[in-house]
């Protein structure tokens, strides 16, 4: 009994032993080449690996990057992924969250583990057309991936989203709209239409604009601000008034012409220091031209404000057979009219005597008193050349945009590159002194790290992981700020790598034998000892 005793003392380690080793994790590999629409992955592809139908991804791999210090996998679209796992655990993949196809010898099942390395195992999807979920912007067509689902483009506006139901995949306005019925135009009678629109948000520096549906009635058919402070539950109502309602005297004589609205934009939720510009885009039909005898070219939307009209800077957009569009800059909102002059008779006219004669919109130096601001211009030299005006010495409005980061994006690692896009304005190391058109930009990240750049792109180093604000603003060679003021600002944010590819020969995952060891130890003492003992009674 004591020799059966030590033999089964002597087994039992040794079967221990070899069910732990069985039941050890291990890292497994697969390689090979990613395609998507057919054609090799380009850089930046994710493939994601999970392990028995698990709904996280066991580890993932960004075609183009290697494992750090080793660079990238030679030849385009190779992928090469690892992870720990199970012999006999089932494994699938998914191409940018993408499932697979059976394209380029593709195999879509799931592959039960069977050796530590797969090679030349190839990984095939399809990119997504918009209105499908998505995950990454790289698995659709479009390139954008907007709330969710693949979009017709970045959809960043504000009181934009790209999962509005009915238009899934396409940007639409989510802002609310309120009518009220009525009729009235031609500056006389009651009127009675008015439409309000409703901005849920608006971020600070970003530009909000509203669509008028009712502009058939109203003339008024989009206006779009820029807001230097952040707006939440803001309103914008178009009114169709008169002259006596509105309290305000005539914009112009019926002698001189005539006014085709009267309209009362007002605001709720927004301060007037917080616009810095308004544009308005207003539409007048072909049939009160000629009723009224109007010179489209003399149309311009006039405000009330001081007590006293004030012509704004008023161009034509477009026509069609029916109407002629037009926009208009306005420093806010009030009374305004659409008003325009009779047209002169026909008379004979002779270009280059400087003297307007006819359709002649200038002659040499008789400009009509235009100018380019007048021209909706921010500065320059306006010019007549053969009778018609001649803007190329004007000076566009300066414009800045922010090309990185957009808004709500997310950066992994403590490196931001801004870049930016600057327009009527000519970038310039700070001099001291003023040149007009020229400057350089002022950057503020949350207000604190302030640089000088007088290129359109500049790096942020060490920023600490989190949400961000940049602000960028374009200043004149003495750092004064232009005026108004020519500001963006968009918030972004930071984090650790969310991906980060394994080495190709990672160190195995190490399992602890120090308890299995010392259990082994025991026994073999123990089973020792009942065998001296069993020999000595013998």
């Avoid at 325009?340 to 004979?348: F, I, L, M, R």
């Avoid at 359109?456 to 604000?469: C, E, L, R």
Wanted: glycine residues 10%.
């Amino acid at each position: 009994m004591g020799c059966k005793l030590v033999k089964v003392f002597y087994i039992l380690p040794l079967v221990f032993v070899l069910f732990a080793v069985a039941h050890a994790s291990s890292p497994y590999f697969f390689k090979g080449y990613v395609f998507v629409n057919g054609s090799l992955a380009p850089n930046g592809t994710i493939v994601e690996v999970y392990v028995n139908s698990g709904s996280s991804a066991a580890n993932a791999f960004i075609v183009g990057q290697g494992a750090p210090g080793q660079g990238p996998l030679e030849g385009a679209g190779r992928y090469l992924i690892s992870f720990v796992a199970n012999s006999g655990d089932s494994v699938t993949f998914r191409v940018n969250n993408l499932s697979l196809n059976s394209a380029n010898g593709t195999n879509t099942s799931a592959q039960a583990i069977s050796s530590s390395l797969t090679e030349n195992f190839n990984l095939s999807a399809n990119k997504t057309a918009n209105g499908v979920s998505c995950l990454y912007a790289i698995g659709c067509s479009s390139g954008f991936c907007a709330d969710s689902y693949c979009c017709n483009t970045a959809c960043t506006d504000s009181n934009y989203d790209c999962n509005v139901a009915g238009s899934l995949g396409t940007c639409t306005s989510t802002a609310t709209t309120t009518t009220t019925g009525g009729t009235g135009g031609g500056g006389t009678g009651v009127a009675a239409a008015s439409e309000t629109q409703t901005l849920s948000s608006v971020t600070a520096g970003s530009t909000a604009s509203v669509s008028i549906s009712q502009s058939a009635s109203l003339g008024i058919e989009k206006i779009e601000f820029t807001t230097s402070t952040a707006l939440t539950n803001a309103q914008i109502t178009v009114k169709e008034t008169t002259a006596a309602s509105a309290g305000v005297s005539v914009a112009i004589a019926s002698t001189e012409g005539a006014v085709y609205k009267y309209l009362e934009i007002t605001k709720t939720n927004i301060q007037d220091s917080g616009i810095s510009s308004a544009k308005i885009s207003f539409k007048v039909p072909r049939s009160w031209f000629t009723a009224n005898n109007i010179d489209k070219a003399t149309v311009a939307l006039n405000r009330f404000s001081n007590s006293a009209w004030s012509k704004l800077p008023t161009t034509v957009s477009s026509e069609d057979s029916s109407y002629v569009y037009f926009a208009a800059t306005s420093p806010g909102f009030s009374t305004f009219a659409i008003t325009g002059e009779k047209a002169q008779p026909s008379v004979t006219s002779f270009c280059g005597n400087n003297t307007r004669e006819g359709s002649e919109g200038c002659d040499g130096t008789d400009l009509a008193g235009q100018t380019c601001v007048s021209k909706g211009y921010a500065s320059g030299t306006l010019k007549c050349t053969n009778c018609v005006f001649d803007v190329g010495g004007c000076v566009s409005a300066p414009s800045l945009t922010i090309t990185l980061p957009t808004g709500g994006q997310i950066i992994y690692g403590a490196t931001v590159t801004v870049t930016t896009s600057v327009s009527g304005f000519t970038l310039a190391a700070p001099t001291g002194t003023v040149v007009e058109g020229e400057g350089h930009l002022h950057m503020f990240l949350d207000d604190r790290a302030y640089v000088l750049s007088s290129a359109s792109s500049y790096t942020f180093d060490n920023v600490p992981y989190g949400q961000h604000t940049l602000r960028v603003e374009l200043h004149r060679g003495d750092h004064s700020a232009l005026s108004p003021p020519v500001t963006k600002t968009v918030t972004f944010s930071t984090a650790q790598q969310a991906v980060q590819p394994l080495s190709p020969t990672p160190p195995p995952e190490k399992t602890d034998y120090t308890i299995v060891l010392v259990v082994i130890l025991i026994i073999l003492v123990v089973g020792y000892f009942f065998m001296k003992k069993s020999k000595i009674k013998k």
